[in-house]
């Protein structure tokens, strides 16, 4: 009991200063915002890109952080007109690039006016750009505008397509089903979320003790992911993938000494109030669709979830055999070793945005 209310006190005490830190992000952004306007016969579209993702477009030299020249605006306008290919009624769309601009330091907006000799009936979106820089991180957030219509669609690594009919919403059902795969996603290439997760079923304790841990875990970055995405609490992005690098340590840390600590349960609730909030950053840029959003915000919590059971059906065989070949505590100590590791250059990292080789944001 009193380690329960001396972690409270902790969490407090680090939501007091967090809260009074400046917003800055933890790592360039990995997304696209498009915004999409369906017309008569053409479709203009607006692509909001940061210059960091510019910056590591492989073989092409992309960055305007040196200024936006003329020879600047072609080359960024041929790569995404290569990149995003729009179809009517199976046909190729004209593109053309009406405007690329700098709104500020960071981004760089494009403006792209696609026509047909038909009216626009059967849209077909074809999206490859980015994925060469980080499949696993990368997405691009299209609102489609019609008729005061409001869809969303998100295309990441496994989902470069979206058919669509002209005054048609996307169906709901799709809606679900994306941020259902987009949860699962974010939990399997969150090395950092894995690690924790992996630190606490090194640990042990019985199936009892873990399924009390995993529950108190799901509890609570449920409780904070709800809060963050509803604007009810707000952390500044930096200072909690910070923290989330720290809960990773002192798991691992604390799997060096205890062997089945009973107070990991509520530890793992306070923790996992952290990692809700840095689950709500992933979602803060994809921003929900204002037309489903419990829908959305559920899906994604449910994907999250599953992925997480899956992850954890995965590391029972893996356990049963690593503890075949490794007696004792040496497995544990070993592995949490490791674990540990991770969790120091990740905080250094997020803390003085550094890049540190093979440990990625």
Known sequence: MK??????LVFVIFFGVFLTAPVVQAHPLFSVATDLKVGENEIEMSLLINDALLKKVPGEDLSVENGLSGKKK????????KGFVVKNNGRPMTGRIEEIARPDLSHVRVKIRFTSQ????????????????DKSRHQNIVTIHDDGKESRFVFHDSERHLSFTKESRLSIWLTV????????EHIWFGFDHLAFLAALFVAGG???HLLKVITSFTIAHSITLFLAVMDIVAVPSKWVEALIALTIVYVAVENQWFRSPEHRPTVTFFFGLIHGLGF???????????????AALFSFNLG????????????IPVSLLLKRLVQGRWLVQG???????????????RVFELEIPFFPL
């Not at 380690?3 to 409270?8: D, H, L, N, S, Y």
């Not at 072609?74 to 007109?81: F, H, L, P």
């Not at 009936?121 to 980015?130: A, G, P, R």
């Open 280 to 294: 709500a950053g992933s979602l803060s840029e994809i921003q929900l669709p204002k037309d489903s959003f419990l």
């Open 304 to 315: 999250v979830e599953l992925g997480q059971i899956v992850i954890f059906l995965c590391l």
């Open 74 to 81: 072609q080359e960024i306008g041929n790569y995404i007109k």
């Open 206 to 208: 019985g199936w009892k």
């Open 335 to 349: 592995v949490s070793g490791i674990i540990a590791l991770f969790g120091i250059f990740w905080f250094v990292e």
């Open 118 to 133: 038909q009216k626009v009936e059967k849209v077909d979106l074809f999206y490859s750009m980015f994925f060469e820089i």
């Open 3 to 8: 380690r329960a209310k001396w972690w409270g």
């Open 177 to 184: 089903r994306q941020f259902i795969q987009i949860g699962m």
